[in-house]
């Protein structure tokens, strides 16, 4: 499809940390290799160790067993494939969108919320703990295999987009703030529409997904879904539609018509706010998102994640499985706080000797942990390993 003048432009981006500051133009001439800027931080995402630990980070259960629920690696996938359908729609740069979509969950620690939970607590006297600005930490400092500079050097727009995918963020922590200090990321403006299309391609995905994941744990189930009249509806003409399919399929058929429903919703809403935006410099300079959910669209999936919250988020089990997973965290924090021979050599070597940092630099080693590798640390430090984290 023919480029938006909205889109954000690889040829014309906003450079790099290490190689080009803002407004930086690179030539077509001089790219090595077939392949652009932006599809370029995509490829350097994928292959990056933080990317692959996903594989063994919660989504919404907490260490499952079974091989057929999502992890933040599986959904970080769903959540690229709904953004490049709407960015492809709208004419956005789908590499753009891809690369925010696969990195805007590299920040999250182990045991998803609950463990973020636990590093806050930890963290309240050394400036906190945010995912979101881990994420941005964690590819412009921490993730580092190359010889010449720190972090994967990203282009400005994908580091634009992972740190304000929500919106302009006012009041950074200590984070993002010193990486907007060193590399200024214009944190005050709406980011481009690739990254707005990430977020709401991330509230697509887990809405309908966990749905999906809730009813094959038995967390939720048919009756529980009727509750809501927008899936009641559905449910109703799936039915109409096949008649005679067994009720598995049903379900999976609802929760795919629910995402066909929202992105298509995205697609018409955000093209009524954008025909009149000429350039990503307009869209940054609106002052409002652009693109989203309509009006009746954003209700719906407001009482959609109430009814989740209420059904599957807050389930007993689920508290009682993010409460022994914070436990398992806060005792980690505590472990290597006391003795820093607990880590591993290569993270002892770069433990500064005074706060913050050092609780900073303990909270990063911490924070790129998989579920297995947290149990299996906390099991190898006390001596027993942490039971019943595993609810499906």
Known sequence: MRRAPYAADPYAHGGREWTGRAGDEVPRDEQRGPRTDFQRDRDRIIHSMSFRRLKSKTQVF???????????????????????VIARALGLDEDLTEALCLAHDLGHPPFGHAGEAALSA?????????????????VMRLESPY??????????????????????????????????????????TWPSLEAQVAA??????????DIDDGLRAGFLDLEDLMQLDSLADQWRSVEKRFPDAPRERLLRELVRDQIGLMVN??????????KD?????????????????????????????????????????????AERARDVVARLV???????????????????EREPHRSRVITDFIAGMSDRFAIRACAEIYGERPLGLSNV
């Open 122 to 138: 930890a963290m309240l006297r050394h400036g906190g703990f945010c995912h979101n600005a881990q994420a941005l930490r964690t």
């Open 334 to 352: 505590a472990a290597y706080s006391q003795d820093s021979k607990l880590m591993p050599a290569e993270w002892r070597a770069r433990l500064p």
């Open 147 to 188: 010889p010449g500079h720190e972090g994967l050097n990203l282009t400005w727009d994908l580091l634009e987009g992972l740190a304000k995918h929500n919106g302009p963020v006012t009041a950074p922590n200590w984070a993002l703030a010193e990486l907007d200090e060193a590399y200024p990321l214009d944190l005050g």
């Open 265 to 274: 919703d995205v697609i018409e809403h955000t093209r009524a706010h954008v």
């Open 200 to 209: 709401v391609s991330d509230d697509i995905a887990y809405d309908n997904h």
């Open 277 to 321: 935006i000429a350039s990503v410099a307009e869209v940054r300079a609106a002052g409002r998102q652009l693109a989203g959910f309509s009006p009746a669209m954003a209700a719906s999936e407001r009482h959609l994640k109430r009814f989740m919250y209420d059904k599957l988020y807050y389930h007993p089990d689920q508290i009682a499985a």
């Open 62 to 84: 907490i260490a499952p067993e079974g091989d057929h629920y999502r992890t933040r690696l599986t959904h970080s996938l769903e959540v690229a494939q709904i953004g490049r």
